[in-house]
């Protein structure tokens, strides 16, 4: 189980990934980003944004 520490407000996800906050509801919504709903809120582990980034880098060329 995270700490209360690792977890990060939409608007953090989306300024670590230079995305818009958009963006990270999209994949928060289509199952691409492990998020927790707090209230009416949403909240992600610093753990699932690496984990996201890593299963999504490409070999270009």
Do not use: N, P
């Amino acid at each position: 189980m995270a700490s209360a520490g690792e977890f990060l407000t939409i608007a953090e996800v989306a300024a670590q990934m230079r995305v818009s906050k958009m963006t990270v509801y999209r994949l928060v919504h289509g199952g691409d980003l492990e998020a927790v709903r707090v209230g009416r809120s949403f909240r992600v582990t610093q753990q699932a944004v690496d984990a996201f980034i890593d299963k999504s880098f490409y070999q270009a060329g």
